[in-house]
């Protein structure tokens, strides 16, 4: 090489330009050393460099983790002080400062700073992977409140005060209005991570606080883009086309990810065997689309994450396609990605830096962030009834900062909006907080009710013109039949249509993994020679015989039993049904009994279970659909679900509905409330016109159990089903001397359990229905059963 074309410099030379340094070396020489015996350090390459780097801290980082597991702290907190280990805060201090040097600075860290890079890139994909983007259409109003204030009520507290503080001290004003935007906002991708890391990510809360994150993440993005969008035309002198021509590009983007990308991947989904994993093929395409995608955010000025952000949305959440990439790329990430972002992230946190009158103000702009976020939390969950513990839980999710947060203060640092001081003090207290929120969060919570919903999902407070969602549970091919006449029953319209989600239940065999089989990504099949497909095969002929009115989805879990009830109870939940249906033999065994109870115990929806006494082997034609309906009204929550399911069969024409009330003789009112509630239950049925001709009520005192049991054992034979709460007060005469006899199947009740007997002379079959618990029902009241 010649300097101005005369005299010869040696390689290798340094330089540096514009305070960057550049590293000019031969390329065979300049990644990997000749080796020690031949006299070279290998610790000057940045090959066996790196290989020693990521080694150190994976060990480092599953020795903290070990430790502090305990201590109930995320994985967040272990890697983070892996790397201000190794940092220049401890490492550095033991160290000469020439041989830091060479490890963390120079040409040696080009690649992490690549690999780092990647690690975000890959790290915002897969939880875009993991993040089903429909839990938003189901959250309700309480996560559109929760995520708006979350973001308003920060940002209003954060941001005036940073100004303040900016007027003060001119050398870090633009400084603080970034430390208060990055501490006011709220990372979905840190919320979800939390949540898994806690196991709180199938749980009510869990679905709550991802929702509200999502909403308040997009706020934060819309501010952003709002933000950046005014900064490049004021202070960069960006003309309005060009602003106008980045966002549409934005815009065209999406859109070609959404409805070209995406079909592309539904099409891959049918192609994969069911229960098969995806193969490399898949892998390979998913690889070059997440390329493809983070190379036109850089083309067009965005930052590449934007890009891989959109592509993981538009991946369908689960199996086959969301869960295969996630298992196939954890490692990868895991192994080679995280611990380079630890590295690169770390190496600038350096606590010596940090000077108390640049702290004070720091630290107060985000102690008012998290106050803000919290009490933004708080305040409108606590409105919506949510209990207290519960809410302050929440506020502390929707608080925490994560590895993504660390991601954007490198960001900040490397577009010099942030100097190392502030960015090792915004790092540390991301750490400070994740480690004391994290435990408490495990201590509010209980996890027992990661089921519990907060508000109701029951057939009875649903609106007559919404959609009813039903979960079909099948486990053995018997049921099948009689199931689908109770659907039938249920009389689905255009106007109120039902949505069926049956779900093949098989225990775990011959595999090491349990596995959720999503069947409608795959091309259908006439053979019946599978379980699976015969299943499949007859709900779909219900559904053809009513186009427009009936909805299904198919899946098939394979789990052990221990587990089997928590697949029922997370699927309910994310697909928000009213009503679980679980047929119910004499026959079965104890594990199997024991899911239904479980169920019963934790299910984040009413439970109804079927007992077919007829043992129906056929599926009633249109001709032959009328029926016959009884409901046993008691009173109670369970009782006002029955009867209410009972009215939405007699919307049928064709349908009767009998409703025998049973009255105690002498029974002294104990609960206003709950009278209150029977009574109005009564009257909506009775006040609905088009259908009195078709009903039939009656009122019968019975003075003791012997009673009670004479009136349900006289029922006709001419009944098709029989509805029944499953709960009773136990103290009631209603059902003294009973308890002690009717106590062979605990999951079915008192009247259910008499209800089912092979001594009742009706052979209708049975429906005993128990009405969803919510947080209100978990506080003192009657001992039922």
Wanted: aromatic share 8%.
């Amino acid at each position: 090489m010649a300097n101005n074309g005369s005299q010869p410099v040696k390689v290798p030379f340094n330089m540096t330009i514009f305070s960057l340094p550049f590293t000019c070396e031969y390329m065979g020489a300049s990644v990997r050393s000749k080796g020690l015996f031949r006299k070279d350090n290998p610790l000057k390459y940045p090959l066996p460099l790196l290989m020693l780097q990521l080694g150190t801290v994976i060990i480092i980082s599953t020795a903290f983790q070990r430790l502090l597991r305990p201590l109930k702290q995320p994985r967040f907190v272990s890697d983070m002080l892996t790397g201000i280990l190794l940092g220049p805060s401890i490492l550095q201090l033991f160290t000469d400062g020439n041989f830091y040097a060479s490890l963390f600075w120079g040409k040696q860290s080009i690649i992490i700073d690549v690999l780092e890079l990647l690690s975000l890139m890959y790290l915002t994909f897969l939880v875009g992977v993991r993040t089903d983007l429909g839990v938003i259409k189901t959250s309700g109003r309480m996560a559109w409140v929760v995520g708006i204030t979350a973001f308003l009520l920060p940002v209003a507290l954060a941001v005036p005060i940073a100004h303040a503080f900016g007027k003060t001290n001119d050398n870090l004003a633009t400084n603080l209005d970034t430390i208060s935007i990055l501490s006011a906002t709220t990372s979905f991708q840190v919320t979800s991570v939390l949540l898994e890391d806690l196991k709180l990510l199938n749980s009510e809360i869990g679905r709550l606080a991802l929702s509200s994150s999502l909403i308040s993440n997009l706020c934060g993005v819309l501010l952003k883009v709002i933000s950046a969008t005014y900064t490049r035309i004021k202070y960069l002198n960006s003309t309005t086309s060009e602003v106008l021509k980045m966002e549409f590009s934005r815009i065209g983007m999406v859109l070609v990810i959404v409805f070209l990308f995406r079909p592309i991947m539904f099409r891959m989904m049918k192609r994969i065997p069911e229960g098969s994993n995806i193969r490399e093929s898949h892998l390979i395409v998913m690889t070059m689309l997440l390329f493809g995608t983070s190379f036109v955010s850089e083309f067009i000025g965005l930052q590449a994450y934007f890009g891989a952000m959109v592509l993981g949305f538009a991946v369908p959440a689960g199996p086959p396609l969301g869960s295969g990439l996630a298992d196939k790329l954890n490692l990868f990430v895991n192994a080679l990605l995280m611990p380079s972002y630890i590295i690169d992230a770390c190496r600038h946190v350096n606590v010596g830096l940090i000077k108390a009158k640049h702290f004070g103000p720091v630290e107060v702009i985000i102690v008012l962030a998290y106050a803000g976020k919290l009490f933004g939390s708080v305040v409108p969950s606590r409105f919506f009834r949510m209990p207290f513990k519960d809410s302050i839980a929440l506020g502390l999710i929707l608080c925490s900062q994560g590895f993504f947060d660390v991601l954007l203060f490198k960001r900040s640092l490397r577009f010099s909006l942030l100097n190392e001081e502030l960015y090792s003090i915004l790092t540390i207290m991301a750490v400070v907080h994740a480690a004391i929120a994290t435990p408490l969060i495990s201590y509010l919570y209980d996890p027992s009710k990661r089921y519990v919903n907060y508000r109701r999902r029951t057939v009875q407070h649903l609106r007559r013109d919404n959609e009813l969602r039903i979960l079909v549970c099948v486990h053995e091919e018997e049921s099948i039949f009689g199931l689908l006449n109770l659907l039938k029953a249920t009389f689905p319209t255009r106007e109120s249509p039902l949505g069926t989600y049956v779900l093949d239940l098989l225990k775990l065999e011959g595999r090491e993994h349990p596995l959720l089989i999503n069947h409608q990504f795959h091309n259908r099949s006439s053979s019946n020679a599978t379980r699976t497909a015969r299943i499949i095969s007859a709900f779909r002929h219900y559904q053809i015989h009513h186009e427009g009115m009936v909805k299904n989805q198919y899946y098939t879990a394979i789990t052990p039993y221990d587990s089997m009830h928590g697949d029922i109870c997370t699927l309910a939940l994310q697909k928000s049904t009213s009503l679980i249906i679980v047929p119910f033999e004499k026959s079965e065994s104890k594990p199997v009994r024991g899911v239904k109870r479980k169920l019963l115990d934790k299910a984040p929806c009413s439970v109804g279970i079927l007992v077919d006494k007829k043992i129906l082997t056929y599926f009633r034609i249109e001709n032959e659909s009328k029926y016959h309906v009884c409901v046993v009204f008691t009173g109670g929550p369970d009782s006002r679900e029955a009867l209410a399911y009972g009215a939405r069969m007699v919307e049928n024409r064709n349908t009767r509905l009998t409703v025998i009330r049973l009255i105690a003789e002498d029974e002294f009112v104990t609960d206003l409330i709950e009278a209150k509630l029977d009574m109005k239950a009564i009257a909506d049925l009775s006040g609905v016109s088009g259908y009195s001709d078709r009903v039939d009520f009656r009122e019968i005192n019975v003075r003791d159990g012997a009673e009670t049991s004479r009136v349900l054992m006289s029922l006709d034979d001419n009944i098709d089903f029989i509805l029944v709460g499953r709960r009773v007060d136990e103290e009631s005469p209603l059902v003294s001397g009973l308890v002690e006899w009717a106590n062979d199947f605990q999951e079915l009740g008192i009247l259910g359990d008499i209800l089912a007997s092979s001594d009742m002379k009706s052979n209708a079959s049975v429906l005993v229905l128990q009405q969803q618990f919510t947080v209100e029902d978990l506080m003192p009241q009657l001992k039922l059963r």
